[in-house]
């Protein structure tokens, strides 16, 4: 965690040094690998961890990144979101997931993001206990992730949502596409993302982080 802390601070506020956004990425993703659901406090043993909704931990929120736990009982889902200009690096501590990811085809990416349009369906995937993932601004920016398996999964992402400066949360559903004269791109299906608000069945319990909080001075 304080190695992740520092690489982030380092290269997404201080900007010490010509890193590229690629160079960025490697560095932050190696520091998400060694996150520990021990350092965590996120066992899957833990008596706290409410076993019928959604768990939800908040373990640091900066104006330049945060760090987010969910544990997710089996068969339930984070539906289908995005993060409009953000980059995510997504971690399972523990358990199974499926992923479904998507992107939005129009140049007009933003206007997207509100309004809903074509996108792109990529090949779905399982993530496993020590399973890493990154999640572009421009590829797989939208996704899903359901419980194959009781799980729990540490989300680092930067920048943070916040709709003051337009990164709010928005949900969608993905419906087939017949009408689209668009081709499937490389393995990936042509569908129509549909905007909805926030799904009722959507729940997730705050619990206090238990672990030890890094030193957040910028
Ligand atoms: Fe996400």
Redesign the pocket.
Known sequence: MEALVNTAKKLLIHSFGRNSYEEACNSLKRCVEGLTPEELCILESDPNLNNKYINFVNVVDSPSFAISVFVIPTGLK?PL?D?VGMT?I?KVLWGELDVDSFDFIEQDKFVCHHMGGDGLQYPPFTMRAGDCHL?YPFRENL?E?KARKRCAIV?FMWPPYNPAEDRDCHYFISQPNPDSSRKNIDNAKVVYLKRIPCPPSFYTQSIPYGGRRPFLSF
């Open positions: 984070l979101h993060h995510v997504t999640f996704h992730f989300d």
